[in-house]
């Protein structure tokens, strides 16, 4: 067929592209109108102006202050010294021999804390680099350490995460951000140990054919002020503050204000954020000294926001304009007619517009836009738990989204100052393979009734 020669065409080159190293804020929109070309009926332009755009902006809309909080809250506990406190206390804890486990685990706090999981790959780096050149771990593998521990099962599989793959569903299954624990809870172990197992192997292989750290790091200051870094239990108040204060309004105070269900998680995770952006800059108002600093973190923060939102926001438009060509209503149905529940429903179809769109959170928004509420109503008919669809979307999402075009593994590599070459093999494991095995055994339990 004609019109899905285009959709791969056009899937196909992104991936490339994305490889090559261009922008999908460039090559979003060209792509998605070479697909669209494919198609009889279309006005390109329309497809520009209205299909593309809307998508674009209607994702920005929704999940702007998600983004925006994220990283101003991500920027102020890095100046004030928050997240290298931690990852540093993690480090003495565990040992320079074990480097990889370390700077996992440091990404997991943070991202699990609700920091933005770009400004973690900032905080993150200069020490995980310096672990790695201490432990001598080639440094190619330091950009699957990293996405092990933020882009996977800290995003979608842990309940109370306040990352926005765990937080898109709520709307669309009236549920919130510690839905159905135990399978988030099984999918975040396979994640993690197989994960470890996998990124230890190849560190021991390597360390035997005598390869070394083997990079440069040129431009990138890797020692740390100490003077300004807090305390272990100081510098997670913070970090915690964000689920627990998430948790007290979704579960107490809003209910008891009969606010509307499916604006609970989303505001409740607002107002949490803000909250600890707020009590952050009190606890160290020393470090900033004045109001001005405080503003320009702030500001920092909030320019940091934009490149992830528009990435991401540009491969929904992307993933918009397929959705409304013909083929892909043949493609949808089909996964669904398929599907003998609405678990798998669910898994299948995020798990095929991740790939499309190459992001977690556009994939998973695009088809709990379209599907959601069919989805849910088909739950409730079957006995099934929403919270059920709730995490396994999340998890589905983080699959295969995790293509070379996906904007997290190029901002990724940008900051390491490695490619897809050296390290996208290892990225691939940990972010592909590996969740959607995770994936597998949550299906089977979930058809077994766990929740």
Known sequence: MLELLGIILALGLLIYLAYKGLSVIIISPLLALVAASFSPGFHLMGVFTETYMNGTVGFILSFFPLFLLGAIFGK??????????????????LGTEKAILAVVLSCAVLTYGG???FVVVFAIYPIAAHLFREAQIPKRLLPAAIALGAFSFTMTALPGSPQIQNAIPMPYFKTDLFA???????????????????????????????????????????????TRIPSFSRAVISIILIPVTFLILSRVIFPMFDTPQNVIGMW????????????TAALYARTFKCWANLIKSMDEGAADSLLPIFNTASVVGFGKVIVTLPVFAIISNSLIEISPTPIIATALSTTVLAG????????????????????????IMDGINPEVLHRVSS????????????????TLLS???????????????????IPLIALFVILILAHSGVV
């Open 76 to 93: 102020v506990i890095e100046v004030t010294g928050c997240s290298r406190a931690i990852g540093n206390f993690i480090t003495a804890k």
């Open 115 to 117: 920091v933005s999981l």
């Open 180 to 226: 159905a624990p135990i399978l988030g809870i099984v999918a975040a172990l396979i994640m993690f140990g197989l994960g470890m197992l996998w990124l230890e192997k190849r560190a021991r292989k390597a360390k035997a054919s005598g390869e070394d750290y083997g990079e440069t790091d040129a431009g990138n200051n890797t020692q740390t002020d100490n």
């Open 268 to 279: 409740s995770l607002i107002i949490a954020l803000v909250i600890a952006i707020l009590v």
């Open 356 to 379: 499309l769109t190459g992001s977690a959170s556009g994939g998973m928004a695009i088809v709990l836009g379209i599907f959601g509420d069919q989805f849910h109503n088909w739950a």
């Open 395 to 410: 998890i589905a999402s983080g699959g295969l989204d995790t293509l070379p075009h996906n904007g997290a593994i190029i």
């Open 415 to 433: 900051i390491t100052r490695l490619n897809h070459k050296k390290s996208y093999f290892d990225i691939m494991v940990v972010n592909i393979f």
